[in-house]
């Protein structure tokens, strides 16, 4: 699911110097890419609705991906092109994947919310959630 949604905004998204994964987000922390905009996808959480045992241990499993945007202000270190730039990356990610599914097997993307992680010199880090869902039984879980 999150290669595919990787492969989605690669694919979607032209404007984007990077779209990584979980891993690749640990790295660059303490030190922001340098050229923008990239994009970090991230499994956030998973939970289970019904408790499987009213229909031979079928549930439904909902899956939050995040979306992990690194912007910077194209107007220089004050940052006064933060909110114009960032709200066309944000828009330009929702449009991407809202209503896409992520696997054959899954519901289509619907958005959660967003936030700001935090500004770390320059850079602006922005969390996007996404949430899909799937059934889970045991034939699928094996």
């Not at 905009?37 to 499994?43: A, D, K, N, T």
């Amino acid at each position: 699911m999150l290669a595919e949604t990787i492969a989605r905004l690669v694919d979607q998204l032209g404007e984007l110097r990077g779209v990584q994964g979980a891993a690749d987000l640990a790295a660059v922390q303490k030190t922001p890419p340098a050229q923008v905009p990239w994009v970090f996808v991230v499994p956030l959480e998973d939970a289970a609705e019904g408790d499987g045992r009213m229909r031979g241990s079928t549930q439904t499993l909902r899956e939050r991906v995040g979306i992990v945007l690194v912007q910077r202000s194209a107007k220089g270190d004050r940052g006064e092109g933060l909110a114009s730039d960032g709200r066309t990356l944000r828009d330009a990610v929702r449009g991407a994947l809202l209503g896409w599914s992520p696997d054959t097997g899954c519901d289509a993307y619907r958005y959660i919310g967003g936030r700001t992680l935090s500004f770390a010199g320059t850079a602006w880090w922005y969390l996007l959630t996404f949430e899909t869902a799937r059934r889970l039984d045991k034939a699928a879980v094996n």
